[in-house]
């Protein structure tokens, strides 16, 4: 079975920092590109950060370029979204996906495949 199980979501204080994890079964993260996306209520779901199919290079979105950053573990299979100085407008529902267009831009096709969605939540 194929999935992609999301964890580390959370309530964390403005400044904080948090790690989010996306581990798959049923097949390897090997020749795709990685990445996250995420979406807050009332808004348009947004790339985050990504990595290539080769990962061997990353994209950000201009909000979280200077904060977050995407890393695998190839042992594991799992890919994790690092994100430091958090903001409130970092609010939203992180999802992890595979098998995505990453470089100029962060773009999702028919074949990506996506994690269930861990919640974020940044507060004081």
């Known amino acids: 079975e194929v999935q992609l199980v999301e964890s580390g979501g959370g309530l964390v204080q403005p400044g904080g920092s948090l790690r989010l994890s996306c581990a798959a079964s049923g097949f390897s993260f090997d020749g795709l590109a990685i990445g996250w996306f995420r979406q807050a209520p009332g808004k348009e779901r947004e790339g985050v950060s990504c990595l290539s199919n080769n990962h061997l290079s990353t994209y950000s979105a201009g909000s979280v370029k200077d904060r977050f950053t995407v890393s695998i573990d190839n042992a594991k299979n799992t890919v994790y979204l690092q994100m430091n100085n958090l903001k409130s407008e970092d609010t939203a529902d992180y999802y992890c996906?595979?098998?995505?267009?990453?470089?100029?831009?962060?773009?999702?096709?028919?074949?990506?495949?996506w994690g269930q969605g861990t919640r974020v939540t940044v507060s004081s």
């Open positions: 996906a595979a098998d995505l267009l990453c470089g100029f831009g962060l773009r999702d096709h028919g074949r990506t495949r």
